[in-house]
């Protein structure tokens, strides 16, 4: 029919920490193929992400992963209608992998250049797998870099009520699980090790911000748990490694739950989301099910698939930026400190 509303298909591409992606997104809800290169076995070597090794890896596989990602949605380069592409925050020269690889693609094909914020792409995975959720909403935003309590205002629009004032939540995952023993990265491993300990064998300190009371910090309940490792360390006992992780994850999922709550009910705000990495944490996703019951409060994750990096997330978040006719140029470049709301 001729007037019949033609789907929009956004190729999106995610460079910019250590999974290199892809993904075809149709009309910004339906994923036609999500494509994912972990480099994780590569950095665990080093104990953490190598910005330089990163960004090597990324041209190494960055043409590989966006042919499967075509080839997976059944679709060419012709039938796209943008492209969308992370170009902040995140490591600069990883960053710059996307962004010139989207734009050499953009200009090749004449398509329209979308390029999207990291974290915006992380709220914008909630819409994928609950197709009623629309703006207003609070979401947290717990990943390895970025720890922030949002109100999204409308698609792309964003207030932000907290944010960590040292650590963000991943990251002090990651410290605490290299402390112990566990490896690179830390978060899925202490989530692991959680479900065997005792989550109440430890009072670990839960910071308050004063004057700030939807701002984070994580400094202080890290510390604690390094002191802890050390003494029993000098005083020759064992260290009960399952309660150490059960009582700090307690302790960190304590705080998010209370300050998501808290702020979802000064603000009347009925519905709450989770995005980033930590909202993939088993603990997190139950104990905040359960307080958004309790207080009647709605309640949306994404699949732990979508909450850690992927491409998905940045082709929904590209296709709505697309809809309100945001269009970058061939100059656009990596921002590794963008703050989200900026252009
Ligand atoms: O969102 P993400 O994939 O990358 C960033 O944008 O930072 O988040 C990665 C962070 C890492 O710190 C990782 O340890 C943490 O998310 N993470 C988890 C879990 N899975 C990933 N933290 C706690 N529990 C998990 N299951
Ligand atoms: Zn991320």
């Not at 974290?119 to 009623?132: F, V």
């Not at 430890?202 to 400094?219: L, N, Q, T």
């Amino acid at each position: 029919m001729e007037n019949e509303k033609k789907d929009v298909l956004i190729l999106a591409i995610e460079s910019s920490c250590d999974e290199t992606a892809a993904s075809v997104v149709k009309n910004g809800r339906t994923i036609l193929s999500n494509i994912i290169s972990s480099q994780i076995d590569l950095h665990k070597l080093y104990g953490g992400v190598v910005p330089e090794i990163a960004s090597r890896k990324h041209i190494e596989k960055i043409n590989q992963v966006i042919e499967e990602a075509l080839k997976e949605a059944n679709v060419t380069l012709d039938d796209l209608d943008a492209i969308g592409v992370t170009y902040g925050p995140g490591l600069v020269g990883a960053l710059l992998v996307g962004v010139a690889e989207a734009k050499a693609i953009s200009f090749a094909k004449n398509l329209p250049l979308v390029g999207v914020h990291h974290i915006e792409g992380h709220i914008s995975a909630n819409y994928i797998e609950h197709p009623d959720l629309e703006p207003p909403f609070l979401c947290l935003v717990v990943s390895g870099g970025h720890t922030h309590l949002v109100v999204v205002k409308d698609y792309g629009e964003f207030e932000i009520l907290g944010r960590t004032r040292d650590d963000a939540a991943g990251e002090a995952f990651d410290k605490v699980a290299r402390a112990i023993g566990l490896g690179y990265p830390g978060g899925p491993k202490i989530d692991k090790l959680s479900g065997e300990g005792n989550a109440f064998a430890f009072d670990f300190p839960k910071a308050k911000v004063a004057d700030a009371p939807y701002d984070f910090s994580f400094s202080g309940v890290k510390s604690a748990v390094l002191n802890h490792l050390n003494k029993c360390k000098m005083q020759g006992e064992d260290i009960l490694a399952a309660d150490v992780a059960a009582s700090f994850q307690r302790c960190v999922v304590e705080v998010l739950v209370e300050h998501a709550i808290a702020a979802a009910k000064d603000y009347k705000i009925s519905k709450l989301a989770i995005a980033g990495g930590v909202a993939s944490n088993h603990g997190l996703r139950t104990a905040m099910e359960k307080a958004c019951q309790e207080n009647e409060i709605e309640f949306y994750r994404p699949s732990p698939i979508f909450c850690t990096d992927n491409a998905a997330m940045i082709g929904v978040a590209a296709y709505y930026e697309y809809l309100k006719g945001t269009r970058h140029d061939m100059d656009l470049n990596a921002v590794p400190n963008l703050r989200l709301g900026e252009r």
